[in-house]
């Protein structure tokens, strides 16, 4: 079974543009989260799709939001870019069969984002 | 609120050496779930645990193993024999029991095995 995947890999942008990433999960996983990692702030949760819908947001700005499709596709997109917003985004799918949470989270190789 | 704390933020052994990567959470929650990952150079996180809050049996994998005790929130991680391609930074998370997938990171260990 393919694992998740990222696209595209590597980024560079200048301030002020929007960036549209994307993530494809494992097939037959129903939920997609994001995650951003700096080397200051760590992993830190951005939001969780489930079945089309937002369930979770973490504590970013507006700027950065997301969707995910019928076919558990998911996107995300930033739009304003800031120099901080240089990071490794990953992208997560768990099978999420009871909805609940705790099931394990498997991960992509992630986008380089480098906002110059 | 929930919280990981992973004290040690390098470590270095030497090849066959024993190493324990520590992990401490906090939680309100009765029920939750802990979570280790490695990252190797790559960038991609590799799972490598789930343990549920209410099994407290210690797990062995090969040369991995990983020592959970409710009474101090810990669960803590130790390689065996440890070796150069175990190099990477170890991640330990949270999550607690409620809808939606929102795991708690703790910082991470870099882990460095000299040969």
């Known amino acids: 079974k393919a694992g998740v995947t990222q696209t595209p890999r590597y980024l560079i942008k200048t301030r002020g543009q929007q960036v549209t990433l994307s993530c494809s999960p494992i097939s037959g996983h129903r939920s997609v989260s994001w995650y951003q990692q700096t080397p200051g702030q760590g992993l830190q949760f951005l939001f969780e799709?489930?079945?089309?819908?937002?369930?979770n947001k973490g504590n970013f700005p507006g700027r950065f939001s997301g969707r995910q499709f019928s076919n558990s596709r998911s996107e995300m997109n930033v739009s304003t870019l800031e120099l901080g917003d240089s990071a490794l985004y990953l992208c997560a799918s768990s099978l999420l069969s009871s909805g609940r949470a705790g099931e394990t989270q498997y991960f992509g190789p992630g986008t380089r984002l480098l906002v110059l | 609120a929930q919280k990981v704390t992973q004290a040690q933020t390098e470590i270095s052994v030497v090849e066959k050496e024993d190493v324990t990567l520590d992990c401490v959470y906090e939680t309100r929650d009765t029920t939750y779930y802990l979570f280790w990952y490695k990252q190797p150079p790559s960038g991609e996180l590799v799972f490598l645990i789930r343990r549920n809050s209410f099994d407290e049996q210690n797990e062995i994998s090969g040369r991995y193993s990983w020592n959970f005790q409710k009474s101090t929130s810990s669960f803590n991680f130790t390689i065996t024999a440890s070796q150069v391609v175990d190099s990477a930074v170890y991640f330990c998370a949270l999550s607690e029991d409620n809808y939606g997938q929102n795991f708690v990171f703790g910082p991470g260990t870099r882990l460095s095995v000299l040969p």
């Open positions: 799709y489930f079945s089309e819908t937002q369930r």
